[in-house]
């Protein structure tokens, strides 16, 4: 088994494991020969919010070779907050530890799988230039369990019903400082809600007040936009049947503020937001990294019902 990649693109790399490290103390990196998933199960995290996300190995490597007797596929789990310390070490001279070190902003950061004490590593070495212009590499490493097929296997993407509806979010970080705002009314859950006509409601409760806020003259992209495989009889009878509704109509689900904010940290990465609301049963977030025509990536974020009152 053996892995090694140049990682080119070192600040995206720390921005995409930035927005998944609140979530759990530990994610499972899967490293295939075109794409790296980044997954972050509900079972083990509050409110059971999960993350699938899939990033194209372009986007992020250069020089990347990966060899298993898997089908060239490694799948490790490993502190998310230790690669994000790593990482951003890695990023440049702004970080406490590469100022120390001294080196320059043109460094080189390579990725592999080692073994440091008879441990599985998953070793950072980055080499630059000091500002007198010697050269110089930093090691750092992260401690790594290197997973089994049965642990594999029991990783299991969410079932969820047909969408009905799927809306163009606004800024996540406009929405984020709205959504704390609203936390000194939100016990009970946000009701996070969105119509055909372009129109998005969040809406808190309590026994003496109920707010609200809109966003409206937003876009409702069809399923072909969000670069998702469907099956294309369910995509010819979502069309029927959005034409047969109200399109005023507001679809919503009620989610626990604490998990919306947890997704809301990808606002970091996020240039294009899709979110897709299966009415009192989930809302599904596509984060995209890049435009969603050639994005480098997407974050799929699943976040479940937390009660059906209210809608």
Known sequence: ??????????????????????????????????????????????????????????????????????????????????????????????????????????????MK??????????????????????????????????????????????????????ILLPSLAKLRTVVERLRPLAADGVIFRANHKGELQLAVNTDNARVEVGWGGLTNPTMSTLLIPRDPASQNGDAEETEAKDPAHMHGVSVSHKCLLKFLNSHVVSTTTIACICEKHCVILYVYIGNVADAGGVLTYYIPARFDDGM
């Open 113 to 166: 799988l080692a073994k440091k004490a008879d441990k599985s590593v998953l070793s950072f070495e980055m080499t630059g230039l000091t500002t007198t212009g010697r050269s110089i590499t930093v090691v750092q490493h992260v401690l790594i369990d290197v997973l089994r097929h049965a642990d594999i296997d029991r990783l299991k993407e969410p079932m969820c019903p047909e969408p009905d509806v799927h």
């Open 1 to 110: 088994m053996r892995f090694r990649a140049t990682i080119e693109n070192v600040d995206t790399f720390a921005k995409i494991v930035q927005s998944v490290e609140k979530l759990q103390k530990r994610c499972v990196i899967k490293f295939a020969e075109h794409e790296m998933r980044i997954i972050c199960p509900g079972d083990v995290n509050e409110g059971g919010i999960q993350v699938w996300s899939q990033i194209k190995v372009s986007s992020l490597f250069t020089d990347y070779r990966i060899q298993s007797n898997s089908n060239n596929e490694i799948t490790i789990s490993l502190s998310s907050e230790a690669l994000l310390a790593a990482l951003r070490s890695a990023a440049g001279p702004s970080s406490a530890q590469s100022a120390s070190s001294g080196l320059t902003t043109d460094t080189q950061v390579i």
